[in-house]
């Protein structure tokens, strides 16, 4: 397992586009994130997944955005009718959890998102 | 509400001296705090973490929570911790756990 890995790695769209990123998460970890960020600014949560269950979602999470964990492995990430302002890197982190605890988040590389 | 507040963009030190980059934090319970840092080109990663207490690279960071604050420092700096640092908490939210990245700081340590 080499980690937390991102596809596309950069994804180049027009307004009104629908764009679909994944993440796959290191294998044995239960909880997996997502985060976006804009230049300038560390990553800004998004949501977040225990095994199969979304847990959390941001109130930066419009109704296009929408999050799957099917099997509770890899996820998806879709935003519906892409805007301008939806350009940023967007990174996915997984984490293995115990009792509550918050352990260390191990990141992928991002998918950097451009909207035409 | 949690907040996490970075006040440097940018922090510029000469190899050899001391480092200190700031983080305040706002949370009304019992926070947990991170360091992350992203080298050139390199994913972001995990640093330190408060409750391990240690010391990792050279750098270390208390919790004062009396000043709300995690600075992370390093008594000598290297060229090779120049990187971009974010300060993180994680706290409870409406009954979930959330994390909070500051603004980032960019180090630049000059030879």
């Known amino acids: 397992d080499t980690g937390v890995s991102q596809d596309p790695r950069h994804k180049i769209t027009k307004r009104g586009q629908n764009v679909t990123f994944r993440c796959d998460p290191i294998s044995e970890h239960n909880r997996l994130y997502w985060y976006r960020q804009t230049l300038g600014q560390g990553p800004e949560f998004l949501t977040y997944?225990?095994?199969?269950?979304?847990?959390?979602k941001s109130r930066l999470l419009s109704d296009r955005f929408s999050a799957e964990r099917p099997k509770g492995s890899f996820s998806t990430l879709e935003i519906q009718r892409t805007e301008q302002g939806d350009s940023a890197m967007y990174l996915c982190?997984?984490?293995?959890?115990?009792?509550?605890?918050?352990?260390?988040?191990?990141f992928g590389p991002g998918t950097r998102l451009l909207v035409l | 509400a949690q907040r996490v507040t970075q006040p440097e963009k940018l922090l510029s030190v000469f190899k050899g001296a001391p480092v200190e980059l700031k983080c305040n934090y706002s949370y009304s319970g019992s926070p947990e705090l991170f360091w992350y840092v992203q080298y050139s080109r390199q994913r972001l990663q995990l640093l330190l973490r408060h409750i391990s207490r240690e010391s990792i690279k050279g750098f270390t960071a208390d919790l004062n929570k009396g000043e709300t604050s995690f600075h992370l420092k390093k008594p000598f700096a290297q060229e090779e911790d120049s990187a971009m640092y974010y300060c993180?908490?994680?706290?409870?939210?409406?009954?979930?756990?959330?994390?909070?990245f500051g603004t980032g700081t960019k180090l630049q340590v000059i030879p």
């Open positions: 982190a997984s984490s293995l959890s115990d009792r509550g605890i918050l352990e260390t988040q191990y």
């Open positions: 993180a908490l994680s706290g409870r939210s409406g009954g979930y756990q959330k994390v909070t």
């Open positions: 997944f225990q095994n199969e269950a979304q847990l959390e």
